[in-house]
């Protein structure tokens, strides 16, 4: 079965976010879904061939976790904004402030990680074994991710998702993408994982 690339066209008009910047992101995520497709359509039928021995198949195995995950990452991404935004539920401000000390120093420490130099992506993920939060750094889609972890929060720090409406200006990117925060998703994630 497919993948079928989900429909964001609902975010057009989001503050801080171009109308144009928003359509050639929207054009980028659709391009991982059909990526992915095609990769797992190569390995199904390389795999009933009895072709998992040879080096092709190996690096189509290894450029799927990329594909994929850039698919995936862009879903999330997309999935954790919208316009207006909203604020945290008492119940995840609560988990926030518990492991940070403050709502504060948590979004101090991931705005932080956003402005780090180099491009990928900053996650809030939820550690349902330990019931922590953690914000990380991801550097390429299928590298560095917290096995065993919920993604909650997934903000796009690649070029692509800023250079166009702020050039270098990463910061007010940053300061808009946290206008247009769905915290109503990001709690259902957290409900979801744990």
Known sequence: MAYAAMNFEHLLGTEGFSDQMLKNHFTLYQGYVTNTNKLADALSAMAKEGK??????????????????GMRLHELYFG?????????????????????????????????????????????????????????????????HLAGTVPLLVMDVFEHAFMLDYGLKRADYINAFFKSIDWDVVSQRINAGG
């Open 52 to 69: 998992t021995v040879i080096p092709e198949y190996a690096e189509l195995k290894r450029r799927f976790g990329w594909e994929f995950n």
């Open 80 to 144: 954790n904004m919208k316009k207006g935004g909203s604020q945290p539920n008492s119940e995840l401000q609560e988990k926030v402030v518990a492991d940070f000390g403050s709502y504060e120093n948590w979004e101090k420490d991931f705005r932080a990680t956003g402005a780090m130099r180099g491009i990928g992506w900053v996650v809030l993920y939820y550690d349902s074994t330990q019931s922590r939060l953690f914000n990380c750094w991801i550097n390429e889609h299928d590298a560095g």
